[in-house]
């Protein structure tokens, strides 16, 4: 039987929505099981919500409650969807967890958006999640970075390698 990969969320671009000209993007409940259906994706997945938040609202109580649900999980293979903000300092965090495969994903652009990074980026991560080796990654742009050598460059608007 093939393994499971467990998918958390937190929120972020990824589930953003907008509403009408008068209100802001709202996280709102998650499209991700979507996308995976919508992809034909036939790997064995579950989807839980950790938490509904911009990563810049994210705390420390949210980081530990996503810390220990990845500690307890059955699964070796975590994809956790994320805010690009805070991203890295979540992976920070989650770098104690040696004995599975964490990727952390996310989309500068909402996932509802016809011209967003957002399915591509999951995809990728969805792929590293499961041929990557046990630590920490993000999926962005593209690229799959160890998560303690990627910074956010707000300027290029991408992730890009540190060395």
Do not use: C, W
Request: charged share 25%; hydrophobic share 45%.
């Amino acid at each position: 039987m093939e393994e499971s990969i467990l998918v958390l969320t937190t929120g972020g671009t990824i589930d953003k929505q907008y509403f009408d000209a008068l209100s802001a993007y709202q996280i709102t409940d998650t499209v991700i099981a979507r996308m995976l259906d919508i992809a034909r994706v036939t790997q064995p997945f579950s989807v839980e919500e950790i938490t509904r938040k911009d990563s810049l609202d994210l705390d420390e109580i949210d980081r530990a409650k996503l810390l220990k649900r990845i500690e307890t999980a059955r699964e070796k293979r975590i994809v956790v969807t994320h805010g690009t903000d805070t991203m890295t300092d979540t992976a920070r965090i989650l770098s104690v967890v040696r004995s599975k495969t964490i990727v952390l994903v996310g989309a500068l652009t909402p996932a509802r958006f016809a011209e967003s990074d957002a399915a591509f980026n999951l995809g990728m991560a969805f792929a590293t999640a499961q041929i990557a080796t046990r630590g920490v990654y993000i999926t962005m742009n593209g690229h799959v970075f160890p998560a303690n050598k990627v910074v956010k460059n707000r300027a290029q608007g991408a992730f890009v390698p540190i060395f």
